[in-house]
C-alpha cells in the first residue's frame, strides 16, 4: 500500500468534497458551510454540514463526520481500496494493487477509448458525405459547431465501425458488444454496426468523455427517428445531460441552467448564444438529472424549456415536480418576482424554476433558427416562476366573456396551485389580482382553496436550521482534549503551530484516537504549513480509519466559538483552564487507583495522602 501513497495524496488533491457529495445530496450554501438532508440517517431539518474549504463533512444529527472518502466508503459500503481505485478512474489518474489495475476500471478505460475513437471515425466519414454535409447546413449549423459537438455520420455498410475497431484498432468484439457499438447478427454468427446510415450525435459526460451515442435518421431509412446507445459501465442515461460539458461553465457563470428536450435544441441553442442550454439524453427528467445541475448553479436556478404540445406540458410539470422534490427540504421554491419588490420581503428561497416559452409555440430549434438567439434570449429573460406560468396557464381564457361555469372550472384549477404559496403577503396578492380580473367574490377563492386542502394536501416547507458548532462528548475529559487541539485549525498565523506544540507538549492526552491525532500534528506542524495544508495531511495520514477522522472532523467544525478567543487575547486562559482540568481528571484518576490500593496494602497510605493534597492543591 506505501507505493501507492504518492497516488492517494494525487488523488485526494484532485477532490472537491462538495463537487462529490452533491452527487448523492443536494446541498445548499449558507454561511461557509453547505447544508443538506442527511443520508445516513432520517431527518426533516438539514443538519448535514459540508465545509468545501477544509474538505469535511459533519452530520450534526447522526454524529457521521469525516472527508470525501470517508463518505463514498459510507453511502457506497466500499472499502478504502474500492473507493481509490472508482475515484482514480473519475479522474484519470493509473492506481494499481500488486502492480495490477482494477478490471473494472480496465474494462471503463477501454470503453472510454473505443467511444472516442469511434467518435472520430464517424466524424472524418461525415467530411466524405456531401448530402449529410448539406442536411446539417440546412439546419443552420456550421463547421465549427460540427468540430465542438464532434458531429458525425454512420456509413450505411454493415461492419465498418467493426472493421476499424477490431481489425485495425485491435479491440475485442465482447467488448465493443458491452459497449453498445456493436450488436451480434440474429443467428449468432458475427457482429453488425449498432449505427448505420445516420446522422451521429456523440454524448459526452461532464468531464468530457464520450460514453454514449445518439443517430438521427438519414434520408429516408426505416426505423425510429433517433437511435440510443444502451447504458453501460460509463453510461447512465438517467445521469447524463447532453451538452452539459460545453455548458458547465456558462451555468455556473450565469447561476441558472436551461433544460430543451432534444440534442439539436442544444446544438443550435449553443451555437446561439445560449450556452447554458441541456437536454436529457433520450429519457425524461429525472432527479439525478437535477442533482447533477445542483452542482454547477449555487442558487439552484432552473429553467424549463419544454415543447408547447401537451407531451411538453407534462414534461414541465413532471420536471417541476422533480426539481422541488430534489431541493424541498432546503427551504420553499422561489414564488415571488420584481413586481413583489415593493412589499419589501426578503428574496431567500431554496430554489427557483420558470418555464420558457416562445410566442409561437415552436421548439427551441426552429424558434431559433427562424427568429435568432436574441429573440430567443428575450424569450427567457422574460421566463415567468413556475408558479406564474402555472396561473396563466389556468386563466388562459377571455375573461371577458367568461361564464360562471367556466369561473367554477378556473377555481377549482387555481386551488392546488395557490395552496403552494407560503407567504401570507404574497398569497393574498395573487388571491387579490386574480379576483379582481375573474370579477369574483376573494371569499369564493378562499373556500376553494380550503376545501382543496381538506382533500389532505399539505404543501412542503422546510429550512435550513442554523446550527451552534460545538464538540458532541459523553465524556468531559474527551471535549478538554479536543478544545485544545481545535486550536490548531484556527488561523497559524494568530495561533503559531510551534506555540502551541510548546504549550501543550507536557499535557497528557487519555483517548487513544485524540493521542494519535496530537501526535499526527506535531509531527506535521514542525514544517511550516497553512491550517488546510495541515488537515490535508491528517486525512490522508489517517485515511483509512474512519474513526480517527470523524473526531477529526468533529474538532475542526467545533472552531467557531473558539475564533472570538484570538480577539478578546483569552487564548492562552483557554489553554490554561482546559489543561488544568485534564490534570484535575489525571489527579481523580490517580486517586481511584490509590483508594483501591491502599484497600489491600495499607503501606500505600502516605503515599495516597501525598497524592490526595496535590490532587486537592490542583482544584
Not at 443520508?39 to 452530520?59: A, L, M, Q, W, Y
Not at 386542502?453 to 458532541?472: A, D, W, Y
Not at 486562559?573 to 495499607?602: A, V
Request: aromatic fraction near 10%; charge should be neutral; proline fraction near 2%.
Amino acid at each position: 500500500m506505501s507505493s501507492n501513497n504518492s497516488t492517494i495524496e494525487l488523488i485526494k488533491d484532485r477532490i472537491d468534497i462538495v463537487d462529490i457529495i452533491s452527487e448523492y445530496v443536494a446541498l445548499k450554501k449558507n454561511g461557509n458551510n453547505y447544508w443538506g438532508l442527511c443520508p445516513f440517517h432520517n431527518e426533516k431539518t438539514p443538519s448535514f454540514s459540508v465545509n468545501r474549504d477544509k474538505g469535511i463533512f459533519k452530520c450534526f444529527g447522526c454524529g457521521a463526520a469525516g472527508d470525501a472518502i470517508t463518505f463514498l466508503m459510507k453511502i457506497n459500503n466500499q472499502s478504502f481500496l474500492e473507493v481509490m481505485q472508482e475515484l482514480a478512474f473519475k479522474f484519470g489518474i493509473e492506481f494499481k494493487l500488486d502492480g495490477k489495475s482494477s478490471s473494472i476500471n480496465e474494462t471503463k478505460k477501454q470503453m472510454l477509448e473505443a467511444n472516442k475513437l469511434t467518435a472520430k471515425f464517424y466524424m472524418d466519414y461525415l467530411q466524405k458525405q456531401d448530402k449529410a454535409l448539406k442536411y446539417l447546413e440546412g439546419r443552420q449549423i456550421k463547421p465549427e459547431t460540427i468540430e465542438e459537438f464532434w458531429l458525425g455520420f454512420s456509413p450505411k455498410g454493415y461492419d465498418d465501425l467493426y472493421n476499424y475497431l477490431v481489425k485495425d484498432k485491435g479491440f475485442k468484439a465482447e467488448l465493443l458488444e458491452q459497449a453498445g457499438l456493436i450488436s451480434q447478427k440474429s443467428d449468432g454468427k458475427g457482429y453488425i454496426d449498432k449505427f448505420r446510415n445516420r446522422i451521429i450525435i456523440p454524448i459526452l459526460d461532464d468531464k468530457g468523455n464520450v460514453v454514449a451515442f445518439g443517430g438521427r435518421i438519414f434520408e429516408d431509412e426505416n426505423g425510429p427517428k433517433y437511435l440510443n446507445s444502451k447504458e453501460t459501465q460509463v453510461y447512465n442515461k438517467s445521469k447524463t445531460l447532453y451538452g452539459l460539458y460545453q455548458a458547465k461553465e456558462a451555468i455556473k457563470e450565469k447561476d441558472y441552467a436551461v433544460i430543451m428536450e432534444g440534442y439539436f435544441d442544444v446544438i443550435t441553442a449553443q451555437d446561439n448564444g445560449i450556452k447554458n442550454a441541456v437536454a436529457s439524453c433520450g429519457t425524461s427528467l429525472t432527479l439525478q438529472h437535477v442533482r447533477l445541475l445542483g452542482k454547477y448553479t449555487e442558487n439552484k436556478r432552473i429553467y424549463l424549456a419544454f415543447d408547447a404540445d401537451l407531451a411538453g406540458q407534462n414534461a414541465i410539470n413532471r420536471g417541476a415536480e422533480l426539481v422541488k422534490e430534489e431541493f424541498a427540504a432546503l427551504g420553499d421554491v422561489k414564488q415571488f418576482d420584481t413586481s413583489f419588490a415593493n412589499l419589501n420581503i426578503k428574496d431567500d428561497y431554496a430554489c427557483e424554476i420558470r418555464v420558457v416559452s416562445t410566442f409561437s409555440g415552436k421548439d427551441p430549434d426552429e424558434f431559433i433558427k427562424e427568429n435568432g438567439g436574441e429573440a430567443y434570449l428575450s424569450c427567457i429573460e422574460k421566463a415567468p416562476l413556475l408558479l406564474d406560468y402555472q396561473i396563466q396557464r389556468v386563466m388562459s381564457i377571455d375573461t371577458k366573456k367568461i361564464t360562471p361555469q367556466e369561473k367554477a372550472k378556473i377555481a377549482k384549477e387555481l386551488a392546488p396551485i395557490l395552496a403552494q404559496i407560503n407567504n401570507r403577503i404574497i398569497f393574498e396578492e395573487y388571491i387579490g389580482k386574480i379576483a379582481l380580473e375573474l370579477k369574483l367574490d376573494k371569499n369564493s377563492l378562499y373556500q376553494e382553496i380550503n376545501t382543496f386542502k381538506r382533500s389532505g394536501f399539505q404543501p412542503k416547507k422546510s429550512e435550513i436550521k442554523k446550527l451552534t458548532n460545538v464538540t458532541i462528548s459523553s465524556k468531559k475529559e474527551i471535549m478538554y482534549q479536543k478544545n485544545l487541539l481545535s486550536l490548531y485549525f484556527i488561523n497559524e498565523d494568530k495561533i503559531p503551530f510551534a506555540w502551541l506544540n510548546e504549550k501543550l507538549k507536557e499535557t497528557k492526552f487519555y483517548d487513544s484516537n485524540l493521542i494519535a491525532i496530537k501526535q499526527a500534528i506535531e509531527e506535521f506542524s514542525s514544517n511550516e504549513i497553512t491550517v488546510n495544508d495541515l488537515i490535508d495531511k491528517l486525512m490522508l495520514h489517517f485515511s483509512q480509519n474512519d474513526d480517527v477522522k470523524k473526531d477529526l472532523a468533529d474538532i475542526i467544525y467545533s472552531i467557531e466559538d473558539k475564533i472570538p478567543l484570538i480577539d478578546s487575547g483569552l487564548v492562552e486562559e483557554f489553554i490554561n483552564e482546559n489543561i488544568k482540568k485534564l490534570k484535575r481528571h489525571e489527579f481523580s484518576l490517580i486517586e481511584k487507583d490509590l483508594i483501591t490500593k491502599q484497600e489491600s496494602d495499607e503501606n500505600l497510605a502516605k503515599e495516597y495522602q501525598q497524592k490526595l493534597k496535590e490532587y486537592l492543591e490542583a482544584r
